[in-house]
């Protein structure tokens, strides 16, 4: 078993900015890739970003040059920098760790960006 605990979400005002930590305890081993992905009412969970094994990236086109996913392999953390944030980016943020052949999740964090 993989555990994903998340944290850094909270209130920000539009055009601030937040970072998302997901700490991996368990069976960590052999994960293949860990991302963001973020859900809001009514609507179905869309992918934010991805950071494969090797480093590789992944954006989607609405974060793409505002957020960066980055890791920290000493401890076991990926981060979302969230920068010039916009109340399209309230939303519940989830972390996932994918290793073959499953899909991890975490509690999810909520962000909120209102004035």
């Known amino acids: 078993q993989v555990q994903l605990v998340e944290s850094g979400g909270g209130l920000v005002q539009p055009g601030g900015s937040l970072r998302l930590s997901c700490a991996a305890s368990?069976?960590?081993?052999?994960?293949?890739?860990m991302g963001w992905y973020r859900q809001v009412p009514g609507k179905e969970r869309e992918f934010v970003a991805a950071?494969?094994?090797?480093?590789?990236?992944r954006y989607a086109g609405s974060v793409k040059g505002r957020f960066t996913i980055s890791r920290d392999n000493s401890k076991n953390t990926v981060y979302l920098q969230m920068n010039t944030l916009n109340v399209e980016d309230t939303a519940v943020y989830f972390c996932?760790?994918?290793?073959?052949?499953?899909?991890?999740w975490g509690q999810g964090t909520q962000v909120t960006v209102s004035s």
């Open positions: 368990g069976s960590i081993f052999s994960i293949n890739a």
């Open positions: 996932n760790a994918y290793r073959t052949p499953n899909n991890y």
């Open positions: 950071i494969g094994s090797g480093g590789t990236t």
